[in-house]
Nanobody, 125 residues
Framework: VQLQASGGGLVQSGGSLKLACTASASGNILTIRSMGWYRQAPGKNRELVATSGGNTDYADFVKGRFTILRDNAKTTVFLQMTDLKPEDTAVYYC????????????????????WGEGTQVTVSS
């Protein structure tokens, strides 16, 4: 299972960015129980930004500014970020867990946590 994230960059305070993350596997992905985004700023711990699974959850510091969406196939997760602030500067990591795949008629379930490589978001003041 691999997660490929894209969409980071440099933006001015008040601007917008949209991140995307697509899951892929050696077999066909049947379902992903939960996908989401975390972030880690320099010198700080990694923190939850938003998740989409049975429920959609947001960290308090992004409520009303960020929106998490998944495509119809549920293998891509997006993070639409608006009204960005300098304190949103961080490396954003895509996360997925509860992945079921099918290959050659065999279903495999992966309960591990999977992480993308991270994409840098920098917000200038």
């Amino acid at each position: 299972v691999q997660l490929q994230a894209s969409g980071g960059g440099l933006v001015q305070s008040g601007g917008s960015l949209k991140l995307a993350c697509t899951a892929s596997a050696s077999g066909n992905i049947l379902t992903i129980r939960s996908m989401g985004w975390y972030r880690q700023a320099p010198g700080k711990n990694r923190e939850l930004v938003a998740t989409s699974g049975g429920n959609t959850d947001y960290a308090d510091f992004v409520k009303g500014r960020f929106t998490i969406l998944r495509d119809n196939a549920k293998t891509t997760v997006f993070l639409q970020m608006t009204d960005l602030k300098p304190e949103d500067t961080a490396v954003y990591y895509c996360h997925a867990t509860g992945i079921a795949t099918m290959s050659g008629g065999k279903v495999d379930v992966y309960g591990n946590d999977y992480w993308g490589e991270g994409t840098q978001v920098t917000v200038s003041s």
